[in-house]
């Protein structure tokens, strides 16, 4: 089992940022793959942005060049960095994770990120 808790969600302005972050406890030393998903009322979960245990990134259009997302394998944390932040970035906003030979998926509890226009 995974456990992952999210923080640093938030009120924030249009234009602002906030950083996101989700630790993973548990039998955490063989996650593989840990993204950040959303969800804003009246819609479906969507992928936000993914980190291999490598490092390589992949960012969903709508936040290329605003968001950034980065890992620490030794803590077993990832966060996400988001910048330029727009009125429809408001969600709430979900840690993912997945352990080797596993197809179980991992999910934290959330965080509110509400952004103000």
């Known amino acids: 089992q995974v456990q992952l808790v999210e923080s640093g969600g938030g009120l924030v302005q249009a234009g602002g940022s906030l950083t996101l972050s989700c630790a993973a406890s548990?039998?955490?030393?063989?996650?593989?793959?840990m993204a950040w998903y959303r969800q804003s009322a009246g819609k479906q979960r969507e992928l936000v942005a993914r980190?291999?245990?490598?490092?390589?990134?992949s960012y969903a259009d709508f936040v290329k060049g605003r968001f950034t997302i980065s890992r620490d394998n030794a803590k077993n944390t990832v966060a996400l960095q988001m910048n330029s932040l727009k009125p429809e970035d408001t969600a709430v906003y979900y840690c993912?994770?997945?352990?080797?030979?596993?197809?179980?998926?991992?999910w934290g509890q959330g965080t509110q990120v509400t952004v103000s226009s």
């Open positions: 548990g039998s955490a030393t063989t996650i593989t793959d």
């Open positions: 993912k994770t997945n352990r080797a030979l596993s197809s179980v998926d991992y």
């Open positions: 980190i291999t245990r490598g490092g390589r990134t």
